[in-house]
């Protein structure tokens, strides 16, 4: 009897550690997938405050007339995961990742949009300006040469909110220095010819860049 008994007390021994042993190994597979779908929603939250910091600047990239309204539906991803929240409950790991590609892929649609419309359109600003007439800016032409330079290197550049605005503001600096200089004359179409040879330059040429005192911004060099 004494056997019996210490064999059934074993027996219940054993099954209170298996089943001890399954609880731990669940609620291990429960804290492990809590990480796991916790470490997501992070990645999730990242990438759409990134997706919405490059809807901000298209944003304003449109209001300035620099770039198109795209046509994006930016409702179907949240919806699909709230409906799975209320129909499946709470949304595997596996899920959130795929929701952050999808929000991935149309953050980099909208940058890729931005950079090319912004990249078109300055280089259109810049090319308006009348850059021959330079010349005849006197003491600010360095200054002019150095905010033009300023700005090809801001259009080269993916596009932020405070470049664009800097941009404008020099673009429109700039175009009042060369409105103040009146209509163009016969002057404008000879320094419209350089760069060029020499021998592209006639007497009557010569005289009117002297006249204007263009000469001594002129230096040649034998190739």
């Known amino acids: 009897m004494p056997d019996g008994q210490s064999s059934t007390s074993l027996l219940t021994r054993s099954r209170r550690l298996t089943d001890l042993a399954r609880n731990r190994r669940e609620g291990a597979e429960n804290t492990e997938n809590i990480t796991r779908t916790n470490t997501a929603l992070q990645e999730l939250a990242k990438e759409l405050t990134s997706l919405d910091a490059s809807l901000k600047l298209y944003t304003f990239l449109v209001e300035k007339s620099i ?105 429109a600096s700039v175009n009042t220095l060369f409105d103040e200089l009146g209509p163009t004359s016969e002057l404008d179409a000879v320094l419209a010819k350089f760069p060029c040879r020499l021998s592209d330059l006639s007497d009557a040429d010569i005289i009117l860049l002297r006249s204007h005192g263009i000469d001594s911004q002129i230096s040649l060099r034998m190739e």
């Open 67 to 171: 770039a198109d309204d795209l046509s994006i539906d930016l409702t179907k991803a949240p919806r699909d995961l709230r409906d799975h929240i209320d129909h499946v409950g709470r949304p595997t790991p596996h899920l959130l990742h795929a929701r952050r590609r999808d929000a991935s892929k149309v953050r980099q649609t909208i940058d890729a949009s931005a950079s090319s419309s912004w990249a078109n359109w300055s280089q259109e600003r810049l090319n308006e300006l009348p850059l021959s007439r330079m010349a005849l800016l006197g003491p600010r032409k360095m200054l002019v040469d150095t905010t033009v330079r300023d700005m090809k290197q801001a259009a080269s550049k993916p596009p932020t909110v405070a470049g664009v605005e800097t941009f404008l503001s020099k673009f």
